[in-house]
């Protein structure tokens, strides 16, 4: 990114006179033969002026020294654009496999479930267990590997890291974001422009100072004035010493800005009273995702409203249990072929909608006393109830068909692994009885023997799961939400990590959801709510708790369908106005896709759409769109009309009225493996 003349000289003369150069600023005459001439601020090369004795007004050697340089940039690219990942330092991580992300256990999980639901690519650097160096920040050539570094560490010492290279990495392009943290190294201090003084407390509300970029939409929003009389806990107190202040609590900077390198910015953040209010706060929230689009030029997202999507799961589709006539009144006929048209398909094609069927492949049948395919189940129950499985199997590939539905995983049989240990056996055992306990029908936790199910039985059987609904659907599930939500959370039994392993993208329990990857096993919590509901009991829209930067998930059952053939018509007739489903694959996809930026003379978006998790994308064109920093846009509006480039096929033009917008759509057409979206002159 290439800033602003208007902004390179205002920041550039404002620096001169920070540090008291009054000849720099024609105050005076300087004299710099007794020295080396320091480099100009706000540029990361030797003056072309050279060294000698300036005197008079040197106003016109600073002009000068702006005016050139964008000419030299010009000569081989006009755009400085920055790579579009993050690189996420942290002072220590639970997990001492750097893994699983845990809510519960890691500081930083609410920052970097953001970045994950912004679809912004992060790495997280550990500082109790990696030594920081040029290695980690810069490639090869010396280019920067990240556009942005967020520093969230707040350690009273440093000692050890090599923090110098931090400084090295921010003059070679990358920019520094630093979140409620005391910044306690001159290395920190000299970019960010500031310096730690005291903590301190106070109730006073937090205002803005002047128009910014980054504080633009609270004014919109009516939040220049934020009242924190309820918040009385411990801030940072920092000194401005050449960083520009955006908000104010008092005599207090609570958000400041400086420029340390031509084309890298330095934020901090007095963020209160904790991370997680990055998340939870609309407030901090805004400014914190647009503090990132000014540190990195560019964000891009999907073209998806969260707060009007509703991701629906119907479990149950081939379990078992269904047919045993005295287990806990959950005793019900599986849908027919005809049914599941009718009460399934109809409804959601009406209104526009897809859900996904959590299904169990593996029949628990007790007279064989061995795990079977449901779908050649056809038999009268011990109520007289006829149970065809055969025919679900045929509506559930009817709904496949026409694109309602989707197949998930709700484990391989909705059961305990061991029906034979005390105190079963379970498959001799009393239906009236002991074989009616229902900690038989949690798969993923031992709830009947009060103890976690072992991390190779739950594993196996996640891969039995994956592999049958291939064999039998033609389709791999992408997400795993276990029967009862009961799951095993300690780490050698993890469910979720295990679900990592067996190739999931999403596993989904009750309260939230994990991002799941070869790598990384993302607690989302506080991102997506999970809701139950059921055609028994109210919608209670109202009480949903919901985040503007992912859907609820809701869950309900084959069992609704079979009790209520509405079921589906009142569920929409009860939804909020606006809301609509997301596809549970989809949502897969956007949080897998891979997104990089290069600058080879022309600006270029790169969409990488993983053959394991991007099913959707097969067959499913998607729009996307890029927020925009104010130096991206007036760079870009400088170059004259563009064209859009995309997969290497030219399309349509973009002009300087297409930029007034802080938003681009970025339209990319269907198929796996990587897309390109650029822009070119146009000729």
Known sequence: MVWPLKYQLTTALARLRERGDREAVGEGCADFTSRKQPLTPGFAVPSPLGEGCY??????????????????????????????????????????????????????????????????????????????DA????????????GAVLWLADSPSYAGQNLASLEQS??????????????????????????????????SPLETTRPHFIIRQLAKQKMERLDVSGDESMRWGVEAQGAEVLITQGKHPILTLSHPAEGTSAIWMGVSPALTALRDSPY?????????????????????????????????WGASEKSFSALFNWHFPTLSEQQIRERLIQPLQKHHAVAAADVVDGFVNRKTQRIESPWLQKFTDDLGMLQDYTSTAKGLKAALATGCLEIASHGWTHMQPDLESPPGPWWTSDLTGEASAIGWVAEFEDWRRKKEIPAIAQLTRMKYSRQALQEDFGQLPLSLLPGEYAWSKSYANHTGRLAA???????????????????????????????GHGYDHPLEAAKWSEHPDGPVFMTVHDRDLALQPDFLDRLFASLPEGMETLSMNRYVGILHTQISSKDAGEWELAFEFPEDYGLYFKNHASRWRAWLSDPLRDNLKALGALRVVIDGKPTTKLTATDL????????????????????????
């Open 660 to 683: 007034n917008r802080e938003t681009l759509d970025l339209d990319l057409p269907e198929g796996l493996g990587q897309h390109t979206w650029k822009l070119s002159p146009a000729r």
């Open 170 to 203: 921010v003059h070679a392009g990358t920019s520094l974001v630093v979140v409620r943290s005391r910044f306690l190294d001159p290395a920190l201090e000299r970019p960010l422009g500031l310096q730690f003084r005291e903590a301190y407390t106070s109730t």
């Open 284 to 316: 901090w929230r805004e400014l914190f995702f647009r503090s990132l689009v000014w540190s990195l030029g560019c964000v891009v997202q999907p073209d998806i409203d969260y707060s009007r999507r509703l991701v629906v799961t119907f479990d149950d």
């Open 55 to 132: 005197q008079g007004n040197c106003f016109a050697c600073v002009l000068a020294l702006i005016l050139l340089a964008p000419i030299s940039a010009q000569s081989g690219s006009a755009l400085n654009v920055k790579p579009c990942r993050v690189l996420v330092v942290v002072e220590q991580w639970d997990d001492p496999t750097s893994v699983l992300v845990d809510s519960e256990k890691d500081e930083f999980q609410p920052v970097v479930a953001l970045l994950k639901a912004w679809s912004l690519p992060f790495d997280i650097f550990r500082l109790d267990q990696q030594h920081l």
């Open 501 to 531: 392993r067996a190739g999931f993208g999403i596993f989904h329990v009750k309260g939230h959801f994990f991002y799941l990857d070869r790598d990384l096993v993302l607690d989302m919590a506080g991102i997506g709510p999970e809701v």
């Open 135 to 146: 290695s980690y920040l810069l490639d090869r050539s010396g280019a920067p590997r990240y």
